[in-house]
């Protein structure tokens, strides 16, 4: 009763929603990169929406199903097929015992997302079955998936499939505006500089995993070179040195020194991480208020 790896993929990992609490101790939150598309998956599957999936970052993935159960494909656009016939994305499928499921090219967006129903039997670390590979923590041994893992789960045979209405799947275009929230310090930067920021265009460089995505556009200056290490929230825009945005994302370092200038709307750090490089960014100023209002918005439309 198992989904086993049938080759070596280049970044596979075991995501749920992250584990919350033991920054203090230097453990980072980790969890999806894409909240959108992970909820999708489990609803499609009427899992709970804290329930383990699989996160897919690059093409060629191969699965073999060791017995019946139920899944569901979200995130990018990709080829994907069951036993060599192509399938669509944003909906459940009733898989059998030696079925084949193959992730082969991405065509847009980063990040796939494989759900099993019931999620996989796995023990938790620090209450997440969420792959962090610095700490190594969660997952079968806390890293990336490999050939000849397997991943357990309990047998279920279904009668029935659920689709997404086309009107809820996201379209990952070229160009992405991200809400901001001026904090931090942005006393340290001057109004000049903030307006600035909020004009210029960015491009999302390959100097982007987990951790966070770089920049690059005109610097902006900031009036210190550096802080005393604090406490960094998901989104966190740092501006280093060379005046370069960067924004950090689910793996990010629990502490950091750079000044950071506001901090990105986290519903729009999901579509963020599905941004190839080149992907033009553009940020815009929100409230404080807006942001929550949006936010609540969001959780209430996926639970």
Same mark, same amino acid.
């Given at each position: 009763m198992s989904?086993?790896v049938i &080759?070596?993929?280049?970044?596979?990992?075991?995501?749920?929603?992250?584990?919350?609490?033991y920054?203090?101790?230097?453990v980072t939150?980790?969890g999806?990169?894409?909240?959108?598309?992970?909820f +999708?998956a489990?609803?499609l599957?009427?899992?709970s929406?804290?329930?383990? =999936?699989? %996160?897919?970052?690059f093409s060629?993935?191969?699965?073999?199903?060791?017995?019946?159960?139920? /899944?569901s494909?979200?995130g990018?656009?990709?080829e994907?097929?069951?036993n060599d016939?192509?399938?669509?994305? +944003?909906q459940?499928?009733n /898989?059998?015992?030696?079925?084949?499921?193959k992730?082969?090219?991405?065509?847009s967006?980063?990040? /796939?997302?494989?759900?099993?129903?019931?999620?996989?039997?796995i023990k938790?670390?620090?209450?997440s079955?969420? @792959?962090?590979?610095? !700490?190594?923590? $969660?997952g079968?041994?806390g890293n990336?998936?490999k050939?000849g893992d397997?991943l357990?789960?309990n047998?279920c *045979?279904?009668?029935? *499939?659920?689709?997404?209405?086309e !009107?809820? =799947?996201?379209?990952? !275009?070229?160009n992405?505006?991200? #809400?901001v929230?001026?904090?931090y310090?942005?006393?340290?930067?001057?109004d000049e500089e903030?307006k600035?920021?909020l *004009?210029?265009t960015y491009?999302?460089?390959?100097?982007?995993n987990r951790?966070?995505v770089?920049?690059?556009?005109e610097?902006?200056?900031? %009036?210190? &070179?550096?802080?005393?290490?604090?406490a960094i929230a998901?989104g966190s825009?740092?501006i280093?040195?060379?005046?370069?945005?960067? @924004?950090l994302?689910?793996?990010?370092?629990?502490i950091? $020194?750079y000044?950071? /200038?506001? @901090?990105?709307?986290g519903i729009?750090?999901?579509?963020l991480s599905?941004?190839?490089a080149? *992907?033009? =960014? #553009?940020?815009q100023e929100i409230?404080? %208020? !807006?942001?929550?209002k949006?936010t609540?918005?969001?959780?209430s439309? @996926?639970s």
């Open positions: 989904l086993e &080759n070596n993929p280049l970044f596979v990992t075991i995501q749920d929603r992250g584990r919350f609490g920054s203090h101790i230097g939150n980790s999806v990169m894409d909240e959108y598309a992970y +999708w489990n609803k599957l009427k899992n929406f804290d329930t383990n =999936i699989l %996160e897919i970052a060629n993935v191969i699965f073999k199903a060791n017995e019946n159960t139920q /899944i494909i979200t990018a656009d990709c994907f097929f069951i016939e192509k399938k669509e994305l +944003w459940s499928y /898989i059998k015992k030696n079925d084949i499921i992730i082969g090219k991405i065509l967006g980063n990040r /796939i997302y494989l759900a099993v129903f019931g999620g996989f039997d938790k670390e620090f209450g079955n969420s @792959v962090t590979i610095k !700490e190594n923590l $969660g079968l041994d990336k998936l050939k397997i357990p789960f047998s *045979t279904f009668n029935y *499939t659920m689709k997404l209405k !009107e809820f =799947i996201p379209k990952y !275009e070229d992405l505006t991200l #809400r929230i001026f904090s310090q942005e006393n340290y930067f001057l903030k600035r920021f *004009t210029l491009l999302v460089t390959n100097d982007f951790m966070a770089k920049l690059s556009g610097a902006i200056k900031c %009036e210190i &070179n550096g802080i005393i290490s604090e998901f825009i740092q280093p040195k060379d005046g370069q945005p960067i @924004v994302l689910k793996d990010r370092q629990t950091g $020194g000044p950071k /200038i506001g @901090v990105v709307l729009d750090c999901f579509k599905q941004a190839k080149n *992907t033009k =960014i #553009r940020f409230s404080y %208020e !807006e942001a929550v949006k609540k918005e969001f959780y439309f @996926v």
